[in-house]
C-alpha cells in the first residue's frame, strides 16, 4: 500500500525565513511523488514533481529514498507563498495519493 | 486546450436526500477520471476512479457511488445522504497511461443538514 505523511497541519514563518514543508512517504517500489498547491479561492493545481528536478516559485523538493522523504523548501518564503500544500505519491496503479496537507501562512 | 467542469459549486441537502454531482472533461479523449473528497483536517481521499466508459474502482466503502456514461463524464451519487458525506468533493483527470499530473475541478462544497 502507499501512503503519504505530512506531519504539519499549520506551518507559520515570517516572510524572508526559510521555509520547509516535511513529507515521507511509504510505497514499496519506485514512486513518483508531487507537491500540488491550493491558494486561497483558486484550483487545486500542481506545483512541482520530482522526475522535473525543476523549481518552481522558487521551491524545489529533493526525493530521498534513503529516509523515504520529499521534502519542499523554499530558501526565502513571499506572503503570496500562503496556501494549503499537498505531497502526493503515484505508484504503479497511477492513482494519486496525497498527505493530509500543510496550511502555510507567510507572516508579514 | 483541455478543461474541466464541475458543478455545483455549493449545496446544501437534508440528511437522506440523493445527491448527484457531475464533472465533464473537454479537450481531450480517454481520460483516467478521479473523485476526491476534501474533508476538514483530514487531507484529500480519492473515493473513485475510472479508467473507461462504466468502469469504476471505489477506493473507499461508503454511501456513495459514482458512473460514467460517456467518455468525458463522471458522476458522484448517492441515493440517502448522510451527515458525514458533508465536505469538499473534487473531481480531476489525467492522461492516461502517464503520470503528467492531474488536473483538477473547482470542487463542490455539500453540507448536508
Known amino acids: 500500500a502507499q501512503r503519504v505523511t505530512q506531519p504539519e497541519k499549520l506551518l507559520s514563518v515570517f516572510k524572508g525565513a526559510p521555509v520547509e514543508l516535511k513529507c515521507n512517504y511509504s510505497?514499496?517500489?519506485?514512486?513518483?511523488l508531487f507537491w500540488y498547491v491550493q491558494y486561497s479561492r483558486q484550483r487545486l493545481q500542481l506545483l512541482l514533481r520530482?522526475?522535473s528536478r525543476e523549481s518552481i516559485k522558487g521551491f524545489t523538493a529533493d526525493l530521498n529514498k534513503g529516509e523515504t522523504s520529499f521534502h519542499l523548501k523554499k530558501p526565502f518564503a513571499q506572503e503570496e507563498d500562503s496556501a494549503m500544500y499537498y505531497c502526493?505519491?503515484?505508484?504503479?496503479?497511477?492513482?494519486?495519493?496525497f498527505g493530509s496537507g500543510t496550511q502555510l501562512t507567510v507572516l508579514p | 486546450s483541455q478543461t474541466i467542469h464541475q458543478w455545483p459549486a455549493t449545496l446544501v441537502q437534508p440528511v437522506g436526500s440523493p445527491l448527484s454531482l457531475e464533472c465533464t472533461v473537454e479537450?481531450?479523449?480517454?481520460?483516467?477520471l478521479y473523485w476526491y473528497r476534501q474533508a476538514a483536517g483530514r487531507g484529500l481521499q480519492l473515493l473513485f476512479y475510472?479508467?473507461?466508459?462504466?468502469?469504476i474502482s471505489s477506493e473507499v466503502p461508503q454511501n456513495l457511488s459514482a458512473s460514467r456514461p460517456q467518455d468525458r463524464q463522471f458522476i458522484l451519487s448517492s441515493k440517502k445522504l448522510l451527515l458525514s458525506d458533508s465536505g469538499f468533493y473534487l473531481c480531476?483527470?489525467?492522461?492516461?497511461?502517464?503520470?503528467?499530473?492531474?488536473?483538477f475541478g473547482s470542487g463542490t462544497r455539500l453540507t448536508v443538514v
Open positions: 510505497y514499496s517500489g519506485s514512486p513518483e
Open positions: 502526493a505519491l503515484t505508484g504503479s496503479a497511477r492513482q494519486l495519493t
Open positions: 520530482h522526475i
Open positions: 480531476a483527470w489525467s492522461v492516461r497511461r502517464t503520470v503528467v499530473g492531474y488536473t
Open positions: 479537450g481531450t479523449s480517454n481520460p483516467n
Open positions: 475510472s479508467i473507461g466508459i462504466d468502469q
